[in-house]
């Protein structure tokens, strides 16, 4: 028997939920078991108060310490004890499956501003955060935790299965599921699920798991252990044009004027074999625009021609496929304007234009751009992306652009080369499957 131990101030509130469908079931036979521990009892306040105004000011109540203390003191087993704040490590699937595994589990489900913070020092408490949205209380994301580790407990569902082919079961997001009628409203049910071949079910259900999880939560694809056929399937969703790809939005655009050069000074820089190279690998690999190299000289834009048809033509372009494919897609241009210009006619829409430096602004009004501001924008409209040579960008750019996004690595050491970072921002802002 799994035995919860609520910690609340409205014990009434869990009346309903536990008491219907399958929980009040499993009440019943004894799979499940529920007690409520009220902090008030333990007040020493003879008006049974538990909170008080927050040292140092501000606005609302906390929960006091003294009484949550005496109400967990008074448990007799209470196993694991969890914490529902927003301060907490997010709960996930493979969470709910280990806690269900326990004998007891004690949740403490906070009011007001929170809790004093002593509470944390004096127990072995484990924060859980259901959701990166603030609620009135604890109560409810502990009704979420109930019932996700409930029902993961032997004896709680008629069907072991149920609880193992679903959504993030495998690191994933289940398949779609049909019933009767065949067909309502002109929809029908996927032919390939009333011909009873399993195979061929069982196959298509994991596509489709793989392609929802694409498209909804990429995020989920990194941790999920993913067999050699499963990147197949993916990797066909996305030649077949399932998935909406971002990278599409995002172009580079290497600076060599105007940049520092010794200090504040503003001057050119010449182009670097590697970094045309490098950037545009990384261009042609994470699917993204035209990569655009800005120089003022024509004798060096000239050079970069040469460097392009070297391997785009001939011999080279024959023997050197990928090679080819990534000197594709370099662009030059004289200016950043002309850069603008073209993205804004090829697109239909003006590109956002950010930079990126290796310092924090000294004078910015507001505080730089994070990488997962950058992506919203991303799924909205064209990016681009601008990286300097020398010492950097010039101010000049920098306070043209419509933003600048926070430094790599800027608590330490953050001399990285061009290339580098350009792999960098592209790999956080895409992954692997954008």
């Known amino acids: 028997m799994l035995n919860f131990h609520l910690v609340t101030l409205f014990p009434e509130f869990y009346s309903s939920p536990l008491g219907c469908g399958l929980m009040a ?60 704040s927003p301060a907490g490590r997010p709960f996930r699937q493979e969470l709910a499956r280990e806690l269900a595994q326990e004998e007891h589990l004690t949740l403490i489900c906070a009011r007001y501003e929170g809790v004093d913070a002593r509470l944390a020092e004096l127990f ?25 580790v409930a029902r993961l407990t032997p004896g709680f569902m008629g069907k072991v299965s ?22 309502f409203e002109g929809l029908s049910v996927p032919e390939v699920l009333q011909n009873g071949d399993h195979a061929k079910i069982a196959l298509w259900r994991r596509t489709m798991s793989l392609y929802a999880t694409r ?62 190279h490098d950037i545009g690998r990384i261009s042609a690999s994470y699917g993204l625009g035209p990569f655009y190299v800005v120089s003022p000289l024509d004798d060096q834009l000239r050079l970069l021609e040469r460097l392009r048809a070297h391997w785009l033509t001939g011999d080279c372009a024959s ?18 304007d002309a850069v603008i210009a073209e993205v804004s006619q090829s697109t239909g829409v ?50 043209r652009c419509d933003g600048l996004v926070r430094p790599l690595r800027f608590l330490s050491y953050n001399h990285l080369s061009v290339r580098s970072a350009a792999a960098i921002y592209a790999d956080r802002l895409l992954g692997d499957f954008d």
């Open 319 to 336: 023997r050197h496929p990928d090679r080819a494919q990534a000197l594709s897609c370099v662009r030059s241009c004289h200016c950043l």
């Open 162 to 183: 149920s609880g193992v082919e679903e959504s993030f079961a495998d690191g994933l997001l289940e398949y779609p599921q049909y019933t009767r009628p065949v067909e």
């Open 350 to 399: 003006r590109p956002f234009v950010v930079a990126s430096s290796a310092n924090w602004p000294a004078k910015a009004a507001e505080p730089p751009m994070t990488v997962q501001a950058l992506r919203t924008i991303l799924e909205q409209r064209p990016v681009l992306f601008c990286l300097g040579t020398a010492q950097g960008l010039a101010e000049s750019v920098l306070t």
């Open 25 to 84: 079931r499993a009440c019943a036979n004894g799979t499940l078991s529920f007690s409520f521990h009220n902090p008030r009892d333990y007040s020493s306040d003879k008006h049974h108060h538990v909170d008080d105004s927050p040292y140092g000011g501000g606005p609302g109540m906390v929960m006091q310490v003294t009484s949550l203390a005496r109400c967990l003191r008074a448990l007799p087993h209470p196993g694991r004890l969890l914490f529902l």
């Open 215 to 276: 498209q909804v939560r990429p995020d989920l694809l990194d941790a999920a252990p993913l067999s050699r056929s499963d990147q197949e399937l993916l990797r066909q969703g996305q030649a077949q044009g399932h998935f909406t790809r971002l990278g599409k939005n995002l172009s580079f655009c290497l600076l060599h004027a105007p940049v520092r050069i010794d200090g504040k000074k503003e001057g050119v820089s010449s182009l670097t074999n590697l970094d045309i």
């Open 124 to 148: 072995d408490l484990e924060c859980l955060s259901l959701t990166d949205a603030v609620l009135n209380s604890g109560d409810s994301a502990a009704l979420a935790v109930i019932e996700s």
